[in-house]
Structures are given as structure tokens and as C-alpha cells.
């Protein structure tokens, strides 16, 4: 059965203290793995797409890293705004068409 | 550029009825994709459409149907609501190729 898992549900950062959340997935037909920022009473956003293990994107204080297993959001000196859930979601595709699963996500809670 | 577009934001419904809800996709965007996201389970996926075909269709009952339009405006419908149906419905409109999703505010759905 296709799997996402990400880790830890729940992060609790002081500003400036960076760290990793984790996305670990088991799936047959990967056609990429993206990672989405939501706040609350909002729809998911859009932040990378991963599409080949060693493949690296950054934007702002963020990084995002993908191996054949699992996929890092690395966060760099963050700041109170960052706080939000982080989505990792996998995209698969077949001859039935393509469909998005999505991990049960890490809030993540930066205090200044 | 305006942005994936759902209504309405917010209703409630008693147990037995059915709901319609509407999404206005991103322009250009052919592809619409729907998503249940409730505190247990997390977003789960619905079905996704492409060219006013149902390409794929996640793991609901037959009570959760949906369509989609020659402009690529889509509904989604719920029939004989039940209390576990309170949920916030999400739409997100893509680039079919290359699976980045787009997201509306969600309609928030409460089930009395």
C-alpha cells in the first residue's frame, strides 16, 4: 500500500534554531514529491517540487533534499512566520491516471 | 493571475441531505483535483479530473461524486450527508504535467 510519513507531528523551534522535518515514503509509480506550507483556515501552498534523489531546490530559509526513500525540509534560522504545517505529498501515476497522497504533515511552531 | 476560486466557504447541512460544492480553477488549468481534510485523517484524496474526465478516484463511498465542466469549472457532491462527512473540502487546479498543486481556501462543511 502506497505510504507517506512525516516526522515529527509537532516541532517546537526558538527563532533561529534551525532543523530538519522528515518525509519517508513507500510507493510504486513515483512521478514526484512536493512539499506544500498550510496555515490555518487555508488551502495547502505550493513550495517545491522533487522529482530525482540527490536533487536539491531552496527558497528563502528553506531547503528541500530528496534520497530514494525520503525527503528532508531543512529550516534554516527560522522565524516566528515560518510557523505552519508542512505537507510532503507524492504524486503517483499509472494507467489509471495520477492521483496525489499527502503525509499527515508537521505543524511547526517558532517563538521568538 | 487569480487564484483557485471555492464556494461557498461555509455551510451546514443536517444528517440526509446532499451538498454541492464549486470550484473555479486557476485560467488554463485543465486539470482539478478534490481533497477531504479533517484533524483524524488529514487531506485524502477524492478524485481528480481532466478534460471533464474522472481520471482517478480515491477510496470514498459512491455518496461523494463529482464533475467537471467544458471550461474546467467543477463540482463535487455529497449525498445522504453523515455526521463523519464534517470536513474541510479542498479544490486544487494543475498543469496536469507537472503535478504542482494549486489550492482554494476550501469549503468548511459541518454535518449536524
Known amino acids: 500500500e502506497d505510504q507517506v510519513t512525516q516526522s515529527p507531528e509537532a516541532l517546537r523551534l526558538q527563532e533561529g534554531e534551525s532543523s530538519s522535518l522528515n518525509c519517508s515514503y513507500t510507493v510504486s509509480g513515483l512521478r514526484g514529491l512536493f512539499w506544500y506550507r498550510q496555515d490555518p483556515g487555508k488551502g495547502p501552498e505550493f513550495l517545491f517540487t522533487l522529482y530525482s534523489a540527490g536533487e536539491e531546490k531552496e527558497k528563502e530559509r528553506l531547503k528541500a533534499t530528496l534520497t530514494k526513500k525520503e525527503s528532508f525540509l531543512h529550516i534554516t534560522a527560522p522565524k516566528p512566520e515560518d510557523s505552519a504545517t508542512y505537507l510532503c505529498a507524492v504524486r503517483l501515476g499509472g494507467t489509471g491516471g495520477f492521483k496525489t497522497i499527502f503525509g499527515a504533515g508537521t505543524r511547526l511552531f517558532v517563538k521568538a | 493571475k487569480a487564484g483557485v476560486t471555492q464556494t461557498p466557504r461555509y455551510l451546514i447541512k443536517t444528517r440526509g441531505q446532499q451538498v454541492t460544492l464549486s470550484c473555479s480553477p486557476i485560467?488554463?488549468?485543465?486539470?482539478v483535483s478534490w481533497y477531504q481534510q479533517t484533524p483524524g485523517q488529514g487531506l485524502q484524496f477524492l478524485f481528480e479530473?481532466?478534460?471533464?474526465?474522472?481520471?482517478n478516484k480515491g477510496n470514498f463511498p459512491g455518496r461523494f461524486s463529482g464533475r467537471q465542466f467544458s471550461n474546467s469549472r467543477s463540482e463535487m457532491n455529497v449525498s445522504t450527508l453523515e455526521l463523519g462527512d464534517s470536513a474541510l473540502y479542498l479544490c486544487?487546479?494543475?498543469?496536469?504535467?507537472?503535478?504542482?498543486?494549486?489550492f482554494g481556501e476550501g469549503s468548511r462543511l459541518t454535518v449536524l
Open positions: 479530473y481532466f478534460s471533464e474526465t474522472q481520471r
Open positions: 486544487a487546479s494543475s498543469l496536469r504535467n507537472t503535478g504542482e498543486l494549486f
Open positions: 485560467s488554463g488549468h485543465r486539470s
